[in-house]
């Protein structure tokens, strides 16, 4: 119980970073032009994204929020399989980080979505004129994170179990 009641605690703080960063983009960028922080390169700039990654699926706000709540349902099931939460060592903590950015990226996007009915996303980064990466939010960033943690993650996972006993040497041929 007391892991569970960490979990949520730590959630709800990166949650409220979130939240915290989302109202400050509403009342200071909403109706302006953006604000240019480094020339060519970063932006913060006011985005009402009513689709999902990249502006995908737009006006699909309520069969987004349902995948959203289904999402988070799966993840939460076999958060044990998937956060390596039998693990030990940085796979572990990588784990943890997964799992705790994971939940605060998707329900703080759900927030959105549900009391809003867009995302705001105000992160613009860009090449000077010649790429432009689609706006994205403080809930954006730590999905991305937790996605590229459970990939290092992924690739210093040890062999599956089933596998741990079989030679590395090939069988011998018969005559």
Sequence with gaps: MR??????????????????????????????????????????????????????????????????????????????????????????KAGIWCELLLYAGIVGNLIDRIFRGCVVDFLDFHWGEAYHFPCFNVADVYICTAAGLLILSSLAAPEREGKKGASAEPAPKES
Excluded at 9 to 29: G, M, R
Excluded at 35 to 61: D, I, K, T
Aim: with cysteine; aromatic share 12%.
């Design 3 to 92: 892991k569970v009641v960490l979990i949520v605690v730590a959630v709800l703080h990166l949650l409220l970073v979130d939240a915290v960063t989302k109202e400050l983009a509403v009342a200071h960028l909403k109706g302006t032009p953006g604000n240019v922080v480094v020339r060519g390169f970063f932006n913060l700039f006011y985005v009402e994204n009513r689709g999902c990654a990249w502006g995908m699926f737009q006006n699909h706000v309520w069969p987004l929020a349902a995948f959203g709540v289904l999402a988070l349902a799966a993840i939460v099931w076999k958060r044990r399989d998937l956060f390596s939460l039998d693990a030990s060592g940085w796979r572990r």
